[in-house]
Each structure stands twice: as C-alpha cells, then as structure tokens.
C-alpha cells in the first residue's frame, strides 16, 4: 500500500489543520491506520491511531484536542487537529498495518507502511 499524507502547514497557537492520508494499490486501506510525528530532534512518537470499526486510541498529549477518523470508501484517514501548540510543531506521517492485523497498536514498530510526511508548524 502507498499513503500520501497532506493538508500540513502554517498556523498560530490555538488554530486547527487537518490532515487527510490517502491509500492506494492493489489492497486499499488497511483495517488498521496510525498516525505520527516527529520533530526536530527528538524520535517519532505516537499521535493515533484507528480500527476498520472507528474505534480509536490517542496519545495523551492530544486527547481532547485532536481527532481521527476514517472514510473507507475513500481509502482516507483524517486527523482533525484542534487547539494546536507550538509543541505540535513535527513531521506528521501516516502509517498502516498489515491487511491482515486489526487490532490498533501504538508501537511504531507495528506498522509496516509510511506516507512521506507533511510538515505542520505552529507559530507563538
């Protein structure tokens, strides 16, 4: 499966983005889709991550503020992002399990699929 992450950008503490990861090839998207970041510096972490169902797990630095959904029909992943702080500022990356996987993971090493990345930085 390749993913193309977009929707990244430049925004002021409070605003909101979000970001939208599309999948294509032969399989379509994976029943289990993961988002992260990284930035400068520091290692990838986890943001969220969502079953084929909708259910969904989130980091805690996030919880509250941002959202992650999915629209199957369109191979489409989303994370609504709200209330942003200069802290969010990463290389945000979408990721996918396996077809055959549905169960959600927060270990980066779970997912075997990566989008390049789309840069979101917030400004103070």
């Known amino acids: 499966v390749q993913l193309q992450a977009s929707g990244g950008g430049t925004v002021q503490t409070g605003d909101s983005l979000r970001l939208s990861c599309t999948a294509s090839g032969r399989t379509g998207i994976s029943p289990v889709m993961g988002w992260f970041r990284q930035a400068p510096g520091k290692e990838r972490e986890f943001v969220a991550a969502i079953a084929w169902s909708g259910s969904s797990t989130y980091a805690e630095f996030v919880k509250g503020r941002f959202t992650i959904s999915r629209d199957n029909a369109k191979n489409t992943v989303y994370l609504q992002m709200n209330s942003l702080k200069p802290e969010d500022t990463a290389v945000y990356h979408c990721?996918?399990?396996?077809?055959?996987?549905?169960?959600?993971?927060?270990?980066?090493?779970?997912?075997?699929?990566w989008g390049q990345g789309t840069q979101v930085t917030v400004s103070s």
């Open positions: 990721a996918a399990r396996a077809q055959s996987v549905t169960v959600i993971r927060r270990d980066i090493r779970a997912y075997g699929s």
